[in-house]
């Protein structure tokens, strides 16, 4: 028993031996083999590939690769950045470890086929450079079309296939190649790619063509703070799908790092607090060739399912008067990035403003429930902005929840002066509804009053507007808090003579007028709000401004109806 003990002991130490002799010969075979195949890229010209360390582990069927970078060969990225190479983007990145879990190694020694059933890739720093203007360039020769973004070269390898991509702590930044500027940044901590193969192109050798055709990417729970700290942005996940070409934002959130009354204190002027919530946010024709190849995203829809935007402004501090807030036009001409998106939908969403005010506890409260706009051609792109459609925003929604609000704003991209237009209505409600929306604002408190219809109509520019308004209304009454007295739209309101009615009980009709500075420090939020206030203003102040033309053409209806009264008798 002795001796069979000894020879057992013998036996099995030899096959361990043995066995971590093969391992450690077949980690030198594929190390060899690895490096060949970097080599045989690297001489391609296109990309320079380096691994600082290579481990195979036969039992497991593991490949680690230590210290991996892949970045652009020199030539090509100085031909890239002048214009010259077939795309508007390029990339390089860089791997503290790359596993490769359940790499077959009979398959590639033997049949030259690639297998991994997982691949980990761990402290991956991308870099994604783009060009602002790149040149129409094509190659002229079959084999240049393919050795593009959409292919590589690998010799003497008959198959490759991959099931699944993990990354772990990952960081991406998209950058301007000229002067190095990044253009956006984002760091996380999970993301997983699958249905990406590589297929043997049929008639050249040794190039193998990206198939996409099942590509998924997925971005689970991410959660990122904005530069100044002030915001945290979180989601559920990020899904992209390259066969429907679409990519989806689960329960997107944008919330104060602080309760928004204390961040919003902590600042030295009245700088707005927000918060939004959404469901789900839609890319619809996201075409990711066609992103990478020619560098303009261009979108066909982005649909906005269920937002909730809170916006909240400390009005007891002092205003900025050196900012020199922009309109949305003003903005997408300033974009430097080219994208295009046909139409922007939100979809039964809320809009809830909060204003608060010295002398008073209450806050000033602006709901609009039921919100569903539209936004079309949303753009940077020169030839649009220059020659194309205008932009174009409808708004419903319920005011105050129960006023009915239909706003249409048109926006001129290729004026000098980046001129408007918008058209709107506000349907039947109680005067005593607007309360919390006006109050504490302006001291306005209404007693009783039923608007009937509100219909208006302005032009202008980024200095001011005009306009006209019909507001069409029954038994006003309002109160003015004392301290607001001084403010010149509403002074009067402290007196007891105003217009009640419209028509009036004598059948005038008083179409107010618009017409408005704007202060330029203000937005546009505050341009359309204050433009409609002030042909409100103009209707129910007995010597507000109306419009002549809209007076001489009731007066003549009013004749005319008389006549036909007169002529019964």
């Known amino acids: ?134 040149l129409d360039v094509e190659s002229n020769s079959t084999e240049g079309k393919i050795a593009r973004i959409d292919s590589i070269f690998i010799k003497e390898i008959k198959q490759i296939d991959f099931k699944r991509v993990v990354f772990e702590d990952f960081d991406f930044r998209i950058m301007n190649v000229k002067n190095a500027d990044t253009l956006f940044s984002y760091s996380g901590e999970a993301c997983e790619i699958s249905g990406v193969n590589l297929d043997a192109h049929p008639t050249i050798e040794n190039y193998f063509v990206v198939d996409k055709k099942d590509l998924e990417i997925n971005f689970k729970e991410q959660e990122i703070k904005t530069n100044n700290g002030d915001y945290t942005i979180g989601l559920n996940d990020i899904k992209y799908n390259y066969k429907s070409s679409s990519l989806v934002i689960s329960n997107f959130k944008l919330n104060p790092t602080l309760d928004k009354k204390k961040l919003a204190a902590t600042y030295p002027y009245n700088t707005e607090v927000y918060e939004i919530n959404t469901k789900n946010i839609q890319f619809k024709g996201f075409y990711l060739d066609s992103i990478l190849r020619k560098g303009v995203v261009s979108l066909d829809t982005v649909l906005v399912e269920q937002p ?138 209404f007693e009783s009053g039923k608007l009937q219809q509100m219909n208006f109509t302005v032009t202008g520019t980024t200095a001011g507007s005009t306009g006209k308004l019909l507001m069409r209304y029954t038994n006003l009454n309002a109160k003015i808090f004392k301290d607001h007295k001084k403010k010149k739209t509403i002074s009067w309101i402290g007196n007891s003579i105003i217009v009640d009615s419209n028509p009036t009980k004598k059948g005038k009709l008083r179409v107010g007028a618009i017409e408005f500075e704007r202060e330029p420090h203000k937005g546009f939020g505050n341009l359309l709000w204050k433009s409609v206030l002030s042909g409100m203003v103009n209707t129910v102040n007995p010597v507000g401004k109306i419009v002549k033309e809209e007076k001489k053409k009731t007066q003549t209806v009013h004749k005319k109806e008389k006549k036909k009264w007169f002529s019964k008798f």
């Not at 929604?397 to 009915?404: L, M, R």
């Open 1 to 134: 028993m002795k001796f069979n003990t000894k020879k057992w002991s013998v036996i099995l130490g030899v096959l361990l031996l043995l066995i971590f002799s093969i391992n450690s010969i077949l980690s030198v075979v594929v190390s060899n083999l690895v490096n060949t195949q970097l080599q045989e890229i690297n001489e391609q010209k296109k990309l320079t590939i380096s691994v600082g360390k290579i481990n195979l582990n036969v039992f497991t069927g593991d490949l680690n690769l230590k210290n991996v970078q892949v970045k652009p060969d020199s030539l090509f990225f100085e031909n890239f950045k002048k214009g010259l190479a077939e795309k508007a983007s390029t990339s390089e990145f860089t791997l503290s470890e790359l596993k490769i879990k359940g790499f077959g190694i009979y398959a590639i020694l033997v049949h030259k086929e690639v297998y991994a059933r997982k691949i980990i890739a761990k402290g991956l720093q991308l870099n994604l450079y783009k060009l602002d203007n790149p």
């Open 308 to 445: 909730i935007f809170g916006i909240y402004i400390d009005q007891t501090k002092p205003q900025d008067l050196n900012k020199r807030p922009k309109f949305l036009n003003e903005l997408l001409k300033g974009v430097t990035e080219p994208f295009n998106i046909e139409k922007i939908l939100l979809k039964n969403g809320e809009l809830n403003y909060r204003e608060k005010h010295e002398k008073f506890k209450e806050l000033m409260v602006l709901d609009i429930s039921n919100l569903n706009a539209e936004f079309s051609n949303v753009t940077s792109l020169k030839d649009s902005l220059d020659f194309g459609s205008d932009l174009k925003i409808n708004l419903k929604g319920n005011i105050c929840k129960v006023a009915p609000l239909n706003l249409d704003v048109v926006m001129h991209y290729n004026t000098y002066n980046n001129s408007y237009l918008f058209t709107g209505s506000v349907g039947a409600a109680n005067f005593i509804n607007f309360n919390d929306a006006l109050y504490a604002g302006t001291g306005v408190k």
